[in-house]
């Protein structure tokens, strides 16, 4: 079973910067990531990262913009959010893909554990 709690979400200016943190307890999974749901709008890919090796891959909305990172010896993984915009706001999650699953790790379908989620609010 995987834990998983973020932190870090507030209040920011446009323009400004946030970092995410999401600490992990527990478990075995190939990938960690981030997604963000607004209200109304569905759950959204950000960005995901591969434990072991440490590749990343990123939602178009927010490539060039944001960078995933993860902390072995920590057990955590961050979101750097550079150049925030209005639309950014969202409600973040940190999620955790299963050893052994292989489906697209841009759908929140692969991933089975989720945290409780942290608010990134935007102002323009």
């Known amino acids: 079973q995987v834990r998983l709690v973020e932190s870090g979400g507030g209040l920011v200016q446009a323009g400004g910067s946030l970092r995410l943190s999401c600490a992990r307890f527990?478990?075995?999974?190939?990938?960690l990531a981030w997604f963000r749901q607004a209200p109304g709008k569905e759950r959204e890919f950000v960005a995901a990262?591969?434990?072991?090796?440490?590749?990343?891959i990123y939602g178009a909305s927010v490539k060039g913009r944001f960078t995933v990172s993860r902390d072995n010896a920590k057990s955590a993984m961050y979101l750097q959010m550079n150049t925030l915009k209005p639309e950014d706001t969202a409600v973040y999650f940190c999620?955790?893909?299963?050893?052994?699953?292989?489906?697209?790790?841009?759908?929140?379908?692969?991933?089975?554990?989720w945290g409780q989620g942290t608010q990134v609010t935007v102002s323009s």
């Open positions: 527990g478990g075995t999974f190939s990938d």
């Open positions: 990262i591969r434990w072991i090796g440490g590749s990343t």
């Open positions: 999620a955790a893909k299963p050893t052994g699953t292989y489906t697209s790790s841009y759908s929140s379908l692969s991933y089975s554990y």
